[in-house]
């Protein structure tokens, strides 16, 4: 799990403010669709930030641009 130096795509992570920044939201909805499990974000070992994988985000982005999702 490493932020910004990926092997592949499926080992890339954003934090919190890059998944915002990529979804077009601030922060806070991210933590209240975690707090739904609509986005699961794992915490860094060390620092205890969100890290969200790329690929889930994403799929996120492309659900709430098709419409076929509500997220909020």
Do not use: F
């Not at 933590?31 to 699961?40: E, M, T």
């Not at 794992?42 to 890290?51: D, F, I, T, V």
Request: aromatic fraction near 4%.
């Amino acid at each position: 799990m490493r932020v910004g130096v990926p092997e592949n795509d499926e080992d890339e992570v954003l934090t919190i403010k890059a998944a915002a920044e990529l979804l077009g939201v601030s922060e806070q909805p991210l933590r209240c669709w975690g707090k739904a499990r609509k986005l699961r974000a794992k915490r860094h070992p060390m620092n205890g930030y969100r890290l969200y994988p790329r690929r889930q985000v994403l799929e996120l982005r492309r659900q709430i641009h098709s419409g076929s999702e509500k997220v909020s």
